[in-house]
């Protein structure tokens, strides 16, 4: 993903990170929440991650848990520009949003 985003190729992947965040804009390090993630506009949500070994969750699917107050998702591009909307939601915290360009 150069700056100005993705390439309409169906191919080029961004990594979108979460940090779960307290109230002064530091990662809790002891957060575990279930964070889910959706993807609109000319892309797909393809894997998730959280960086911790012994977690057997799918890569492929919509959540995960965070580890140490992180988890990342990747997201695809189609073949089509526009904006990727990617979203991310826990029960009880503040949803995460972030946009995408993506350009032929």
Do not use: C, W
């Amino acid at each position: 993903m150069g700056n100005d985003g993705l390439i309409a190729d169906g191919q080029d992947t961004a990594l979108v990170a979460v940090a779960i965040i307290d109230n002064k804009g530091n990662v809790v390090p002891t957060a575990s929440n279930l964070v889910s993630f959706t993807v609109s506009g000319p892309g797909k949500l393809i894997g998730l991650g959280n960086g911790d070994p012994s977690n057997h969750q799918p890569d492929k699917g919509t959540q995960r848990y965070a580890f140490k107050g992180l988890v990342r998702a990747v997201v695809q591009a189609a073949q089509t520009p526009g904006q990727i909307i990617v979203e991310a939601t826990s029960p009880g915290l503040t949803t995460g949003k972030i946009t995408i360009p993506v350009t032929k």
